[in-house]
Structure formats: structure tokens, C-alpha cells
């Protein structure tokens, strides 16, 4: 979710944000389930978000959105900020599923069509940020009838104490908590 070079890497508007990445290893943590779920034939979405040159049909009201009002280039498609951040790919098999609208990655896009053919019934969600992305997430996969799991050390808020609250507090009520050694000994296990 959203681990890209102009939301929580070197090219962040969201230094809080970005530090929060680098303190918690987040990138390392989720470069790790991602090998894993490549090596075990799983398929991985990266679920961006990047804004057209043109702002056409965008609500720039949204609180989140404030450095798209006042930086042309801010999150533009192609460009160096919408890029995934280094250690994550994306790989050849990976999917792409990017968005210019709302704060969570299944409504206005093709993401759930996308994993329905593939017949995934379960998804693990990992990036940023437990504020709004992640939660969101978790929530309209729950309601889509997925089995959702979150991978613990591979998602992070600000302040890093508030997203520990929120895993905690909310997603636990909706979604499995699992470290990614957790899921990556899961993903190597000899399936029935």
C-alpha cells in the first residue's frame, strides 16, 4: 500500500511519515514478504496512488492532498515520486494497480476484479499508512469478503505510537496480526 518514493521515501512531502518508514525498517520488512510471496508462486499487488499532470476530475479539498495544491509535480504519474521504493520492485509478475482518487485502493479501481480472476480469497496488506490507507484497506476487503491478514512489522502511522494503537485497537477487530516471519514460514510451508 502506497510505498513509494513521494509518500514515505526520499521524496516524501510527510517527513514524519518517511522517518517513520526508515525508524520501524519498513521497506526491508516488506521487500522480505514480498520475495517470499514471489518465490512461493503468490501473487503480489503494489496498490499506488499518482495524480495526472492535469488535475482533471480530482478532489484537491482533501486534507491529504495539500502538496498536490501546491506542487504541479507533486505524486505526477511516471515520474520519479510515484516510483515504488527501491527495494520493492516491482517484478515482472507483480501487479500495478494505481489510483488518483479517495485514500484506499479497492473503490474506482481494478484491483478487486483483478485478484477475483485470479481467485485470491485472502490478502496481506502491508505499506502505509495505519492512519488511513491500511485501515481503509483492511476495511473494504473485509466487506468485499476477503480473509485479511496484516502484516504487523511491515505497516506503519504517525506517530508510530498511534499506528501501534490502531493495529492494536481497530485492525485486530477486523483482520489476523502476523509478523512477516510469521507469513513468510506460511508462504514456504508445503501446501495440503
Known sequence: MEMQRGICGDLA???SLRDAVEQRGI???TAKLLHSARAASIPVAHCTFSLPGDRTGLDLSLPLLR???KDPLYLLKDSAASELLGLLGPEETDIIIDRSHGVS????TDLHA???TLRVDSVVIA???LNVGVIGTAIEAVNLGYHVTVATDAV???PVGY???VLSNAIVAIARLASVDELCAEFDSPKP
Open 13 to 15: 512531502h510527510i517527513g
Open 27 to 29: 521497506e526491508a520488512s
Open 67 to 69: 502538496a498536490a495544491r
Open 105 to 108: 485502493p479497492f473503490a474506482g
Open 114 to 116: 483483478t485478484l477475483d
Open 127 to 129: 505499506g502505509v499508512s
Open 156 to 158: 506503519v502511522g504517525v
Open 163 to 165: 499506528g501501534d494503537d
